[in-house]
């Protein structure tokens, strides 16, 4: 059974930035795509950014040109650089594996990122 930890959520004033972690077991990270996902208060849980073993990446459009994805494949580690931060970024941030089906692992705690003066 493989683990996802997700780390480096907070509290952070509008157009702050973040920088998420996280950490996957190697029979989660040895899966091509990697992503980011988001639930909000009341509403479904979405891919916000995804990225290939090879680096090539993806973004929903609102994330475009604020968020990076990155990934260390040393080190079982998927990040996300979050900059610009607004109000609606605010959300639990999950990690996860995917294919063209979806969510491929159980999903970890997540980590809270709330955006607000």
């Known amino acids: 059974q493989g683990q996802l930890v997700e780390s480096g959520g907070g509290l952070v004033q509008p157009g702050g930035s973040l920088r998420l972690s996280c950490l996957a077991s190697?029979?989660?990270?040895?899966?091509?795509?990697m992503g980011w996902y988001r639930q909000s208060h009341g509403k479904q849980r979405d891919l916000v950014a995804y990225?290939?073993?090879?680096?090539?990446?993806n973004y929903v459009d609102s994330a475009k040109g604020r968020f990076t994805i990155s990934r260390d494949n040393a080190k079982n580690r998927l990040y996300l650089q979050m900059n610009g931060l607004r109000p609606e970024d605010t959300a639990v941030y999950y990690c996860?594996?995917?294919?063209?089906?979806?969510?491929?692992?159980?999903w970890g705690p997540g980590t809270q990122v709330t955006v607000s003066m």
């Open positions: 996860n594996a995917l294919n063209d089906c979806g969510p491929m692992a159980s």
């Open positions: 190697e029979s989660i990270f040895t899966f091509y795509y």
């Open positions: 990225i290939g073993r090879n680096g090539t990446t």
